[in-house]
């Protein structure tokens, strides 16, 4: 029997979700700022999020999951969470927060583009524009952080690692979201997240032993079990959910919760200051990003055919 409230729970789980990612970069900026790194977060990130996902699956359903699908989520985790997760942390801590969150909104764009030559969706005029104004958006974006040299406007490395996120999981929802939607949501981040774990701690273990651990405060702690159990074991917990129902590019759009929350979070606390180039590009991004939204899927072309 066909649940008919699992769109509505898809698509509330995917906006909570982007919303608490939305926070993540004020939250994941503020504990950069005492004395945690990028690699460092991602660390911790990985780690206890395997661990809580671990934890989670005996009170959830249990599920036999074959060994080869084990295998092609190692290939899941290396692009959602290895790739995403690095190069989004690393970014963060050495560029704003506001552009980071700015640079997320280039993701549907990638989602597009990927998904006419992965998954043979057509290229409209709209898709086209879409992609050329929101293009221009993030040149806007990256050229003012190069121009600029202020760490509360921008850094162009630090805009280039975000946006190599987004493209890393525009990527992933592409080519793993059938095998995303065969497993309960446990499963899928269970052995996502342990993948991920064998991937990044080997490399990164003895830097976080070096850190300076006394000198962290309580509130830089709490700002850590955020990004953990919140930013990563929740949020990813129903981003799942989501995968699990929505098509990759609806996925997508619900980015434009993220740069909402992180800009005005951001420029509430005085983290980061919103200059007019920066408002410029967001106006080209939300508009490329709404012009392919907005075009024709495949299946639509295909029905408007059949008539």
């Known amino acids: 029997m066909k649940d008919s409230n699992a769109p509505l729970r898809a698509h509330l789980s995917m906006f909570i979700a982007e919303a608490i990612w939305g926070f993540m970069a004020p939250i994941g900026k503020a504990a950069m700022n005492s004395g945690f790194d990028g690699i460092s977060v991602v660390s911790f990130r990985v780690a206890g999020a395997a661990l809580l996902f671990w934890l989670a699956s005996f009170i959830g359903p249990r599920e036999h999951i074959p060994g080869r699908d084990i295998v092609k989520l190692a290939g899941a985790a290396v692009l959602g969470i290895v790739f995403n997760q690095c190069l989004f942390n690393i970014g963060l801590s050495i560029t704003s927060p506001v552009n980071a969150s700015i640079v997320t909104t280039s993701m549907p764009i990638f989602a597009m583009v990927l998904s006419f030559f992965i998954l043979k969706e057509p290229i409209t005029w709209k898709k086209a524009l879409g992609v050329a104004i929101g293009c221009c958006g993030a040149l806007i974006l990256i050229f003012s952080s190069a121009s600029a040299g202020n760490a509360k406007v921008g850094d162009i490395r630090g805009d280039l690692m ?46 976080v032993s070096q850190l300076s651990w006394a000198s962290f405060t309580a509130a830089t702690w709490l700002e850590v079990v955020y ?49 007019l180039p920066q408002g410029v590009a967001v106006v080209l991004v939300f508009t490329g990003v709404w012009l392919v939204i907005k075009s024709k899927s495949k299946r639509d072309e295909e029905l408007r055919a059949k008539r």
């Open 227 to 275: 990004m953990v159990v919140l930013g990563t074991f929740v949020s990813y917990l129903l981003s799942v959910v989501a995968q699990s129902v929505l098509r990759p590019t609806v996925v997508s759009v619900y980015n434009y919760v993220q740069p909402i929350v992180s800009v005005v979070v951001s420029v509430a606390v005085g983290m980061s200051v919103f200059t």
């Open 162 to 207: 975000c946006l190599g996120a987004q493209f890393s999981f525009a990527l992933y929802l592409a080519l793993f979201n059938p095998l995303i939607r065969k497993y309960n949501v446990f499963t899928v981040n269970k052995w996502m997240f342990t993948w991920a774990s064998l991937f990044v701690l080997p490399f990164t273990t003895v830097h």
